[in-house]
């Protein structure tokens, strides 16, 4: 059988007074007009990347990587990842240095630093020092993503050129052998 709906009952609204003020005249609407139409911008699109590193062919000699992680990690996780990327640029042989962003002698490189990101107060997180600028790079995940895209077939990549990889990224520091 049908249900009956309780019946809602409309209370009256009232309208607040609006504040004393000096009558106003109401214009009469604008008429609308279709706004102009614009050629396109003499700039072209910038495509969407994942890093800021500028695309250079080698890095001067005080260029290197940097490692923003924390002696305090709040997970095993955090601290797995720190080692991973440790282990990542050693073994690659891509020149870092650690910051310590529980160090309070390194607050104000910290702070720099998280200004450049965004990410405060998330570890790790890596950035470039590359012929006398910072650019941050990303976090675990990126640079996990940036080392997993290293190991994709090789005509993928070239068919792919905007996929990125550690090598693509780091390319000014790694060290042909």
Excluded: W
């Amino acid at each position: 059988e049908p249900v009956a709906e309780e019946p809602v009952a409309e209370e009256p609204v009232a309208e607040e007074p609006a504040p004393a003020e000096a009558p106003v005249e109401e214009a009469p609407p604008a008429p609308v007009e279709e706004p102009p139409v614009l050629p396109p911008p003499a700039v072209e699109p910038v495509e969407e990347a994942t890093t800021t590193v500028p695309k250079v062919k080698k890095a001067s000699p005080d260029s290197h990587a940097i490692l923003l992680f924390t002696s305090v990690p709040a997970s095993a996780v955090i601290e797995g990842n720190q080692t991973f990327i440790r282990q990542t640029f050693a073994g690659r042989k891509i020149p870092f240095v650690e910051l310590d962003g529980m160090d309070p002698a390194k607050k104000d490189e910290r702070n720099a630093l998280f200004g450049i990101s965004s990410l405060r107060g998330k570890y790790p997180q890596v950035f470039v020092f590359l012929n006398g600028e910072t650019s941050f790079i990303g976090d675990f995940d990126t640079i996990n993503q940036l080392n997993d895209c290293d190991t994709l077939p090789p005509d993928i990549l070239a068919a792919n050129p905007q996929i990125e990889t550690l090598s693509t990224v780091f390319a000014p520091f790694l060290v042909d052998e």
